[in-house]
């Protein structure tokens, strides 16, 4: 077995360079106390997560809320400022770009947001929204402005008469269009999306994730899909990591993950997704205990306070009352300890948290 320090979690296949290259990315924010305000310690939102994103590219991000996902996508782009790490974007330390650069490089990587209502200016038309961008950066203005955003509007679905219309009057969905639409209007070759139809209704959701794929098809996009629901990446995302309390704890292309999932907190993901076969029978998983609170988390670490590993009283008792023949149980607790990612044998590009090798 190779431990790796720093993973290659391409496929063996994948030779070409990377779009994206993050190595070792660390986003921590201060905890304070006292009336001095004195800092006693660091939420590790994002701590240590390394990975790869190639041209054309989709992979897909996943976890509960608060494992740290948007971090990373917000770390990426610089609109929180990382603590440590590389985030190379086409050969170009993106952490280490002056203000002007980093400007130019916006043209490049472009995001979508989670609350397709809230990432609108409710004082703007839909118009002025989508073109906001290609005034700021001084590529068009005038008709050739507006004919551009007029056919972006066509190519996200919706009609150019919608030019003039204001946030309030689209549904949840048609917002959404609203925000692609925008991130497109640069002509980006990286988006991220931090889960950009968790919001929506299921079915527009299915409607909005078809609308992303024809758009990176037709314009060679690359994606890092934000999710918290492995069902909703699994036919979007060509590669899936799993992102655990600031880590990544496994990382593999789609078929290999579903196929062969390891680690007890992907499998318990995995077994929480509803199935649209009502006769296909699988192995229910729970978690059990309350999820971690980063800060009393890692301010205990840092003061030097050891967390137990072993099943709690708490978690004992959860396991009592819900004991049904065919469940198994995996505690939050054993999940505390995240050892560096090893790749699995004979899977090459998979890699996993290596406590994981022991289920």
Partial sequence: MTTATQPAPTAATQTAKPLLEVKNLKTYFPVKR???????GNVKAVDDVSFTVHQGETLGLVGESGCGKSTVGRSILRLIDATAGTVSFDGEDVLEASNARMKQLRKEMQIIFQDPGGSLNPRMTVGRIIGEPL?????????????RVRDLLQKVGLQPQHYDRYPHEFSGGQKQRVGIARALALEPKFIVCDEP???????????????????KDEFNLSYLFIAHNLAVVEHFCDRIAVMYLGKIVEIADRDTLYKNPIHPYTRALLSAAPSPDPNREKQRIMLLGDVPSPISYFTDEAEGREHSIETTTEERAEMEAEKMEGIEFVTRSSLLDRPPLKEVPGEPGHFVSAHGFDQ
């Fill in 197 to 215: 139809v968790s919001a929506l209704d299921v079915s527009v959701q299915s409607q909005t994730m078809n609308l992303m794929q024809d758009l």
């Fill in 135 to 147: 005034k700021v950066h001084r590529i068009l203005n005038g008709q050739a402005l507006e004919n």
């Fill in 34 to 40: 006292g009336l001095l305000r004195t800092q006693v």
